[in-house]
């Protein structure tokens, strides 16, 4: 079928050839005859939907095989009319599964050439920052909700400009292919004003009026209820300090060592795109960055995720005790398994996680 169908479970593979055997036993122990034929049918139907080709003749194959030797050995072989409209049947059914298994496997290559053109797409508008910038090593990776897109409404950059390493991680109202344009004006507006803007305050201004403008374009919902909550960072050259500016996102949070802290906004601003209300922009704060020490930054899609209790994952419990870690990659690997394991399922929400960690003495 394809490369979709090696992420199915390792046991799916034995399943026909289990109910093969099941109902071989349910028919040659059955008081009444044929009552296992459903079995039989099944494993090749189900082997047509969720294995390869190979896998689908092969349990065509056997079905006829176990159904002809059954025949013999109950002595219906004499009826040839009977047995031939028997094993008719069978490799009737044999050959619809096998139709059905290209048709998957035709899906499952569009499906795979749509994936590879989204992740190509989300590599133009949202790349992977660079590994290192000055004194601060950087990991990030993002994860879509919807899988099959690869693509959705959350973003990060890193920056080297004259003012230090500028930093945004963001998340856009919605996920999927809709919240796209709003990144991409975004994460533009950023890489070219974060070099001139003089702070982080003028910096979340130009983004608001870039995203009011594109938002002025689109439907009256959008125009109404678009927001796009942000959180803004400057790390000056000597790495001594951060300085942040919280528009209405998750609090990031500082690894040192053993311990995990988040760093709660004295004063929460307003998602970008919310101007309108009236209300002024938080200014920024600075908050020491220790030698070794790691800036975690992330989205709800980290912050809301449930396990199945409900409960909220919370970064600084699940990741206390476990440091110290040594680059902003094992920071980032550490915080993805964890949340997996904590929702045991799918999530709801696009996650996006930023690392940087402040080189320490002799690095």
Same mark, same amino acid.
């Given at each position: 079928m394809g490369s979709s169908a090696t992420r199915w479970p390792r046991y799916v593979s034995f399943l026909p050839a289990a109910m093969i055997l099941a109902g071989a036993l349910w028919n040659a122990l059955s008081p009444r005859a044929y009552w296992g034929d459903y079995l039989l049918v099944s494993a090749v139907t189900v082997a047509g939907a969720l294995l390869p080709l190979w896998h689908t003749i092969a349990a065509g194959a056997a079905i006829v095989l176990v159904e002809?030797? /059954? &025949? @013999?050995?109950?002595? @219906? /072989?004499?009826?040839? =009319?009977?047995?031939? $409209?028997? &094993?008719?049947?069978?490799?009737?059914?044999? &050959? $619809?599964? $096998?139709?059905?298994?290209?048709? %998957? +496997?035709?899906?499952? #290559?569009? /499906?795979?050439?749509?994936?590879?053109?989204?992740? =190509?797409?989300?590599? +133009?508008?949202?790349?992977? !920052?660079?590994? #290192? %910038?000055? !004194?601060?090593?950087?990991?990030? %990776?993002?994860?879509?909700?919807? $899988?099959?897109? &690869?693509?959705?409404?959350?973003? @990060? +950059?890193v920056q080297e400009t004259p003012f230090g390493t500028r930093l945004l991680i963001a998340d856009v109202r919605g996920k999927g292919m809709g919240a796209v344009g709003a990144v991409a004006v975004l994460l533009g507006t950023f890489r070219v004003e974060a070099d001139q803007a003089p702070d982080l305050a003028v910096l979340a201004g130009t983004l608001e009026r870039a995203l009011l403008k594109e938002a002025a374009s689109r439907e009256e919902e959008v125009r109404m209820e678009g927001f796009v909550t942000a959180l803004l960072g400057e790390i000056p050259p000597d790495g001594a300090e951060v300085r942040l500016l919280n528009c209405g996102h998750p609090s990031p949070y500082l690894l040192h060592g053993t311990a995990v802290a988040a760093l709660d906004p004295d004063e929460p601003g307003l998602p970008l795109g919310m101007s309108g209300l009236g209300a002024p922009q938080a200014g920024p704060e600075s908050r020491p960055l220790p030698p070794g020490s790691t800036l975690l930054l992330v989205t709800d899609g980290v912050t809301e995720a449930r396990d199945r209790t409900g409960a909220f994952y919370d970064p600084a419990v699940r990741l206390g005790g476990r440091g110290p870690f040594g680059e902003p990659a094992e920071v980032v690997a550490a915080l993805v398994r964890d949340v997996e394991r904590w929702t045991g399922g799918p999530r709801d929400d696009d996650m996006a996680v930023l690392a940087v960690t402040r080189s320490g003495p002799g690095r």
């Open positions: 002809t030797a /059954l &025949l @013999y050995a109950g002595g @219906y /072989l004499r009826n040839a =009319a009977a047995t031939s $409209i028997e &094993l008719a049947n069978l490799a009737f059914t044999a &050959l $619809i599964a $096998i139709g059905v298994n290209r048709v %998957v +496997a035709r899906h499952g #290559r569009r /499906l795979e050439r749509v994936r590879s053109v989204a992740e =190509a797409a989300q590599r +133009a508008v949202v790349p992977q !920052p660079p590994a #290192r %910038v000055g !004194p601060l090593a950087v990991a990030a %990776v993002y994860k879509a909700a919807q $899988i099959e897109a &690869l693509i959705g409404g959350d973003a @990060y +950059a």
